[in-house]
Each structure stands twice: as C-alpha cells, then as structure tokens.
C-alpha cells in the first residue's frame, strides 16, 4: 500500500518553529539559521558510501560513461544547476554530465503539477538518452517516492548503470531501487513539508561533493586549480590568467601571452611553458 504524504518523514512538523507565523523578521531568520545546522552532519553521516560511490562513478566516465541527475521540482532544478556548472568550471562536454527534470525545460522556470506522477515517463527520458552500462543516474527525491524518480532509477537498473539515491526519507521506496542509497536525515523543515529548505541544502551539498570529486579524479584539477575551465568571460579570462601566474611564477603578461598562444587552454599553456 502506498504510503500516505502525511506519514513521510518530510512531513512532519517541527516542534522547534510552532510559533513561526507569530515571530518577527529576525528571529524566523534566527531559526532558519539554527536548523540549517542540522544540515552538514546529516551529510557527514553518508560520506563512506558517497566515496566509493564517487570512485566508481569516476572509473565508469574514464571508460566512455555519462553522470545523469534525475529529479522533479526543486531536486530537478538542483540537479540542472549542479551539471550546467561542469563544462565551464572542469571544461567537459556538456553531455559528460546531464541534468534531467520532470517536465522538461519548461519546469526549470515553472512549475508544472503532474509531471512526476507517472514512473513511465522517468523511464523513457533515460530510454532515450541511450542509457547503457557505462552510465551513472543520480535519483533526487527529497519524499523518496516520486515516481518520475523512481521510474529512472528501475529502468538504469535493468540497462545495468549505476544507480545512486539521494532522499530525506530513510524508509523511503527509492531506497530498495539504488544500488547506493544516501539517506539525509535533517529533521523536519522549518516550514512542514517545504523541502526546498533543509532537504534542498543537503542536496545541494551532495551533488556539489560528487561532481567536484568525480571531476577531480578524473584529472580536471590539478592541486586546487581548475586548470580545465573554459575562459568565456572576462572574468573567468581574469581567472586562467591568475592561475598560470600562481602555477608557473610568471607575470601577467607573460601569462596573458602563454593563454593567447594556447587558445585560452590553461592547461596547454602550462605545458607550453615546460
């Protein structure tokens, strides 16, 4: 029998901020704040698994894989912020990782009610990504039910990928559709329900730790320099400039020139230089 919304663990009311509505500015700020700290032990609690997670994530991309984020409101707009910002932090093709979103494009920006509701449809958006066992699929559901998600995660299964699950309800469904499960449990929302809040943080903080590691041990960094940005802006030309001043001890100059002979490729201008 399908578990009632109410008796998720997502749902349940926070004895700390009963009065909330009657608070004024700065102390609902206060309590926002205060349970926020919740948030960083809860994911401390899963990071063995998300290691080992991370190191066969990284060996499935070095041999032609992809890493695919799947979720539906908040959990898919998180997993679409997080891959849009590799191509231009690690210089990888946009394809390398992908976020997926109940809804398509258009949820990004609006909310779309129904989209998660059929696990069919989480299925066929992989089935026609070519999902094959090289892949990696990411499930976000903050509940742990939504079918969108779980649909995803089922079929990357059958194709063999591999599977994580991120969720704030430990008892949760996707727990028995992933091959490795991150539960966060960060006690309930500030507002019941509104798992945009503490859920949506240690999300947040997840994928921010899983495409940084992957990324690292796929060799994207080298110390702690992103010498495969791609240099688009004048800020981020400022950025490749600075980190081939600080690599090789040269000027701006110098380094300005050694970018402009290498195409803007930081790490071919630290090569050239050697």
């Known amino acids: 029998m399908k578990e009632k919304i109410r008796d998720l663990w997502t749902e ?20 926002i704040n205060q349970e926020d700290v919740d948030v960083p032990f809860a994911v ?5 698994s998300l290691a080992r997670f991370v190191d066969e994530a990284a060996l499935r991309l070095k041999s032609g894989g992809r890493l695919f984020y799947v979720g539906a409101g908040t959990s898919g707009r998180l997993g679409i912020l997080d891959a849009s910002e590799c191509p231009p932090t690690f210089g990888t093709d946009p394809e390398l990782v992908q976020g997926i979103i109940a809804g398509g494009d258009p949820a990004v920006f609006k909310a779309i009610e129904g989209a998660e509701d059929k696990e069919e449809e989480g299925a066929l958006v992989l089935e026609r990504k070519k999902l094959s066992a090289k892949d990696c699929v990411v499930g976000l559901s903050a509940s742990g039910r939504t079918p969108f998600v779980l649909g995803a995660l089922k079929y990357a299964k059958k ?16 727990t028995k559709c992933s091959e490795f499960i991150f539960p966060l449990d960060v006690g309930p929302e500030v507002i019941a329900g509104s798992s945009r809040l503490k859920c949506g943080t240690a999300q947040k903080m997840i994928l921010n730790m899983i495409s940084t590691a992957v990324m690292i041990r796929l060799g994207k960094v080298k110390g702690n320099k992103m010498v495969d940005l791609i240099p688009k802006s004048e800020k981020l030309w400022e ?7 600080d690599e090789l001890r040269v000027s701006e100059k110098e380094a300005e020139r050694l970018l402009k002979e290498s195409g803007g490729s930081v790490r071919q ?6």
């Open 269 to 274: 201008a630290l090569r050239s230089h050697k």
């Open 44 to 48: 401390t609690l899963v990071l063995e």
């Open 159 to 174: 194709q063999k990928a591999l599977t994580a699950g991120v969720t704030c309800n430990p008892d949760a469904t996707l």
């Open 239 to 245: 950025r490749a400039i600075g980190l081939v001043m």
């Open 12 to 31: 349940r009311s926070n004895p700390h901020t009963e009065r909330l509505g009657e608070s004024s500015t700065l102390e609902v700020l206060s309590l």
